[in-house]
Structures are given as structure tokens and as C-alpha cells.
């Protein structure tokens, strides 16, 4: 399993069509997608997780303390990390 968490619209651009290859799960902030972006992950069948709280993609600390609760449910999972 892959996991990419994401933070800015840039990285999601870079980072969407190997998401869509790889059938990724995406973590991302509420309120990150758009309503096109949302619809076309789920029709591509991508698992999209929403963080419970705002994650501060330029704040390392901010994203260890989201990461930790998604390695210890998937702790075999490689897990991407867009960092701003």
C-alpha cells in the first residue's frame, strides 16, 4: 500500500498521476479539493482521507503528529510526504 500526504495544490498536481498508478490512498486537510478533484479520485477509486485536524504542511512537527496515527494503522505502508 502507498500513502501520500499532501498539502498544496502544486504538489497534488505533481503528484496526482502517480497517485491515480499507483491506486493511492491521499491524506489531505478539509476542505483541500475541490468537488472536480474529489469526483474524479473517487472515480478512479482513490481512497481520500481527510486529517481530523489542519496539518501544517511546512511545520515538521505538525506533520510527525499526523503521520504517526497513519503508520500505526498501516504500518507496512509506504507513505509519501509532500514537505513545503
Do not use: C, R
Not at 502544486?10 to 496526482?16: C, D, I
Not at 498508478?21 to 482513490?46: M, P, R, Y
Not at 496539518?55 to 514537505?83: D, R, T
Request: net charge negative; glycine share 4%; aromatic share 8%.
Amino acid at each position: 500500500m502507498i500513502i501520500y500526504l499532501i498539502f498544496s495544490q502544486e504538489g497534488f498536481e505533481e503528484a496526482k498521476s502517480s497517485i491515480l498508478a499507483d491506486k493511492a490512498t491521499l491524506w489531505v486537510n478539509a476542505n483541500f479539493l475541490s468537488d472536480e478533484q474529489n469526483v474524479e479520485l473517487h472515480q478512479a477509486g482513490i481512497n481520500v482521507q481527510t486529517f481530523l485536524e489542519t496539518v501544517n504542511g511546512s511545520n515538521e512537527k505538525s506533520i510527525l503528529q499526523a503521520l504517526k496515527p497513519i503508520e500505526e494503522e498501516e504500518p507496512k505502508a509506504e507513505i509519501l510526504i509532500e514537505y513545503l
